[in-house]
């Protein structure tokens, strides 16, 4: 059976700060049909709309930001990587200011709206973008690969000297089940010794340990401690998946990440892009890629 479009059954919003500029703002997802792929409406803005797409990208050093005609839409990565798992191909995500709200740094309340909101099959078949040749991105210090493959892997390795992290290696095929439980809840991270520099720079201003872990030069400012014990490359994969989610269809690729970041990560999509023999479009794989139980081979 030729997997469906999906879009929510019902809008769902949640309130909250945004985390570089500290306003308060309310989303509200909404849905949307067949087609019309994943687009942020500025309520604030006259309804002004940008699409979820890598043509709209900037400013990608600690949050992934979306512009058009000077028009924001900053910090987006979380819920993206939240859309794109739970299977939602159209969405109209509605937001009152210019940053989303970051919750408490992870994707697990999204996950959680999403669910509130419920899912609508639609009349379309989805398109999943299918890798067909490698491409490489970056250098020795850092790279992101994609190579060709019948469902989303993702491998990430991030290396820090921090005693908390050091280096650590996750490697999924996402799935709704498994972005959930695994990558899902993993926060966004940052040290203390940045917090200053980070805060001149007019960014983190809605930064706290409601919503970031903070690491001190040999621990963690966070009483209640980590969610896992390798929380920091799960959130680094949440990230990456957010941005591969701009593509705005599913991906049939394995992607292999060495010390990845939202600049990298939108470099990788862009070189992808670039070459229209590297890529094709397919309404038809011979199993859903989204279905856990299509992968006995894990
Ligand atoms: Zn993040």
Redesign the pocket.
């Known amino acids: 059976m030729r997997p469906l479009q999906q879009t929510l059954a019902r809008p769902v919003e949640v309130e909250g700060l945004g985390l570089h500029t500290g306003v308060r703002a309310r989303l509200r997802v909404c849905p949307a049909p067949a087609y019309a792929g994943l687009l942020f409406r500025r309520v604030d803005l006259d309804g002004f709309e940008i699409p979820a797409s890598p043509q709209y990208v900037a400013h990608v050093s600690y ?1 992934t930001t979306l512009v058009r005609a000077g028009v924001m839409v900053a ?1 987006v ?2 819920l993206l990587a939240a859309l794109y798992a739970c299977g939602v191909d159209n969405a109209l995500i509605e937001l009152d200011a210019l940053e989303v709200p970051i919750l408490d ?1 992870s ?1 697990a309340p999204f996950v959680e709206l999403l669910a509130r909101a419920g899912r609508r099959t639609l009349d379309a078949p989805r398109q999943y973008l299918r890798v067909r040749k490698p491409i490489r991105v970056g250098d020795g210090q850092k790279h992101i690969t994609l190579t060709p493959d019948t469902c989303l892997r993702l491998s990430c390795t991030i290396e820090f000297t921090h005693p908390m992290i050091g280096r650590q290696h996750r490697e999924l095929i996402v799935t709704e089940e498994t972005f959930a439980e695994e990558l899902a809840p993993a ?2 991270f940052g040290f203390l010794e940045d917090v200053e520099k980070l805060r001149q720079m007019r960014l983190i201003r809605g930064g706290s340990l409601q919503n970031a872990i903070v690491l001190t030069r040999d621990g963690l400012l966070n009483p209640e401690g980590l969610r896992f014990p390798d929380e920091f490359v799960r ?2 994969m ?2 990456l998946l ?1 941005d591969l989610a701009l593509l705005g269809r599913p991906l049939l690729a394995r992607v292999e990440a060495w010390r990845p970041g ?1 600049a990298m990560n939108a470099t990788a999509v862009a070189a992808l892009l670039r070459d229209p023999t590297a890529w094709e479009l397919l309404s038809h794989p011979h199993r859903d890629p989204m279905d856990t139980r299509a992968h006995t081979d894990k």
Do not use: I
């Open positions: 949050a910090t990565e979380h740094g994707a926060r966004t959130h680094k949440v990230d957010g939202h």
